[in-house]
């Protein structure tokens, strides 16, 4: 049981009967800016895109916002959005996984993980355009890793079938921030597996592979499948990177978006909104898988 | 191989570096017993235990089990049991889970593993816990569940590292108490490491005093305690008091205390006359009273006096040096108080030359 919460006023200070004094709790203050930001930026604008895709162009109430999502050309959008955001972050997770455990569970040196984690930390945050600059000059049609390949070792990518401007080139570019996004993440869970666990285990008899099966992977699973949903939405929400490398040659739901509220000639601020509520259904969806899974990790980590 | 050999460390070697934390040490214990390693942090102890578990590579040495030699052998094929300080215990699996674990992985079936379970359950004293899960569990109920969870597989050796360390004082006496007891019932060989002192002095049958990485003293708790092998066993196990001395008559074995000519006990040899010597005694062998085989009394001045329940300790100036003196509480008597004067009787027989 909790116990109350205790006053921090001083006796001199107690207020006299009947006439309580209404403080200004200063570590409101230290969160308000935050608090600011996410009113102005977030809450505001998703109640506006939320009430926007009920009303049509004559500004009365409707629901061809919603039917409209239920094309094929949008349908197919969300469709491709989802397998980028699920192939990107499923891959970017296993591969993210291994490496963190190579570089805290393995025999490395200190300083790889220590190297590791700050290249992490930098390269999570790299997108946008400069990452497909980045990604368009090594791996374009003239790319240098293109060359590179090409006039040493005789392999042509492009004649091989991969382009960076298809699915596998965009989840190619996404692994880029999807793996290091993993390994700042997962890095706390795979430091919370106890030596003695894996110790207790061998002496009981149990190999290194019966460790994981029974104990470490399903220890770490609530905070893989926790990372995964956060993964998978941080894809899904990706616009700067998609743009700027496939232009509009790759049809994901945030180019569509881009194009339904930019004022071209698909312009329907109505169905930009019904497609922005579309994203943040299964954006949310993803981040309460994350909620509900990492709430049952934390139970077992007590 | 014999019962008396039953685990058997020979020249047992561990190096980091430049740093040796284990130097050759080498013992025997028989089936059954109960074996404490004991000594301060960094003596090398766990470190023999985690060689012994497979946790740790020596260096140079061997060990034996039941004959075999298992130095070289993987953990997970030793068929030993540990229990940790920290409990282990699978956050995952809940208690009958974590105690069928050793079982599962040996491929035992199911309904082994159920009767199994049980029988632990019961062994420990916590039947019908088997659905719920560690965090659910006090610090006391977890490490007997790591008990039992470690005996389940029916090992050979059972190691205990410091496995009441993490609990309360009063969680600790009664849970080494069922440890002990539960040891006994199975009869299986036991290694216990701990820095306690009076843990080890109360349950084990065999006690090696361990310092900076060698063995200072191996032996049941009585002579450890009363005949301690070197001046590290004498002043790491048990309270004591250290008076100086000076030798008047090596030949006649007698020496100066306090203005008091006084007959020793065994002199050892190569001590010559005037030669300075550290007599030590422990405080419940000091006493404010006469006893039947006191033979010295010295002056002394009470300078504290602590209140420790079933013993009251009276910190002693003896003519500038300070002197521990136990007497058991006596409800009926009023306690001296600071600043009396007192008497400080005790016997020569019981006082032990320091060895160098």
Redesign the interface.
């Known amino acids: 049981m909790r116990a109350p919460p205790q006053s921090r006023r001083t006796m001199t200070e107690i207020p006299a009967p009947g006439r309580p004094i209404r403080r200004l709790n200063l570590e409101w203050l230290g969160v308000a800016p935050f608090i600011i930001f996410a009113v102005m930026f977030l809450i505001l604008p998703t109640l506006y895109l939320v009430s926007a895709a009920f009303v049509g162009r004559d500004g009365q109430l409707t629901f061809d916002n919603i039917a409209g999502l239920f094309t094929d050309q949008i349908l197919a959008a969300y469709w491709i959005s989802i397998r980028i955001s699920a192939t990107s972050a499923g891959i970017g997770a296993i591969a993210g996984l291994a490496i963190t455990l190579a570089i805290i569970r393995g025999r490395l040196p200190d300083a790889l993980r220590s190297a590791i984690m700050t290249f992490s930390g930098v390269a999570s945050n790299f997108a946008g355009v400069p990452l497909a600059f980045a990604f368009i000059s090594t791996l374009g049609r003239l790319g240098l890793v293109t060359i590179i390949l090409k006039a040493l070792f005789d392999i042509d990518i492009y004649r091989a079938g991969f382009n960076i401007l298809s699915f596998w080139g965009l989840t190619l570019t996404y692994l880029y921030f999807q793996i290091p996004l993993m390994i700042l993440m997962i890095a706390p869970a795979v430091d919370g597996l106890?030596r003695?666990?894996s110790?207790?285990?061998?002496?009981?008899?149990?190999?290194s592979w019966?460790f994981w099966r029974?104990?470490g992977f399903?220890?770490l699973w609530p905070s893989f499948l926790g990372t995964l949903s956060l993964l998978f939405a941080n894809a899904f929400g990706a616009i700067a990177t998609a743009y700027a490398l496939t232009g509009s040659s790759l049809n994901i739901v945030p180019i569509l978006l881009y194009a339904q509220i930019r004022g071209d000639a698909l312009q329907n601020p109505g169905l930009g909104a019904a497609l922005a509520l579309g994203m943040i259904v299964i954006t949310a969806c993803a981040n309460i898988i994350y909620l509900v899974i990492s709430a049952r990790a934390e139970?077992?980590?007590? | 191989m014999s019962d008396e050999h039953f685990l058997r460390v020979e020249n047992l070697t561990k190096t980091y570096g430049t740093t040796t934390v284990v130097k050759g040490v080498s013992f025997d214990f028989a089936k059954g017993e109960f074996i404490s390693l004991l000594g301060p942090s960094g003596c090398g102890k766990t470190t023999i235990l985690r060689m012994i578990a497979g946790f740790e590579t020596p260096s140079r040495g061997s060990i034996t089990v039941d004959g075999e030699n298992i130095t070289a052998i993987p953990p997970n094929q030793r068929r030993l049991g540990m229990v940790f300080q920290a409990y282990a215990l699978f956050p995952n699996l809940n208690v009958g889970d974590n105690i069928a674990f050793g079982l599962k992985v040996a491929g035992i079936g199911r309904d082994e593993r159920r009767t199994r379970v049980e029988e632990m359950l019961k062994l420990i004293g916590l039947p019908g816990y088997d659905k719920r899960f560690p965090y659910e569990l006090s610090g006391g109920q977890q490490q007997r569940v790591a008990l039992a969870r470690a005996i389940a597989p029916r090992p050979r050796l059972l190691l205990l590292d410091e496995p009441l360390s993490a609990l309360d004082a009063k969680i600790r006496v009664s849970l080494r108490q069922e440890i002990r007891a539960i040891q006994r019932e199975l009869g299986i060989t036991t290694v216990f490491v701990t820095h306690d002192q009076e843990e080890a002095l109360s349950i084990s049958d065999r006690i090696v005093v361990m310092n900076a990485g060698d063995i200072e003293q191996l032996g049941t708790p009585h002579d450890i305690y009363n005949r301690p092998a070197t001046r590290f066993a004498a002043t790491f196990v048990g309270q004591l008091n250290t008076l100086p001395a000076r030798i008047s008559d090596a030949a006649a074995g007698q020496a100066n205390l306090g203005g008091r000519t006084i007959t020793l006990p065994g002199l050892p040899s190569g001590i010559v006359n005037g030669a300075e010597i550290g007599l030590a005694i422990r405080p419940e062998m000091l006493s404010p009273v006469p006893r039947a085989e006191s033979d010295i009394s010295l002056d002394g001045t009470i300078h504290d006096v602590s209140f420790l329940g079933s013993v009251v300790r009276l910190r002693v100036d003896l003519q500038g040096t300070m002197v521990n003196v136990d007497t058991f509480n006596d409800q009926s008597a009023v306690p001296p108080s600071r600043g009396d004067a007192v008497a400080v009787h005790m016997a020569s027989r019981d006082l032990m030359i320091l060895p160098r």
């Open positions: 106890k003695e666990w110790e207790a285990a061998q002496t009981l008899g149990a190999s019966q029974h104990v399903p220890i139970r077992w980590m007590r």
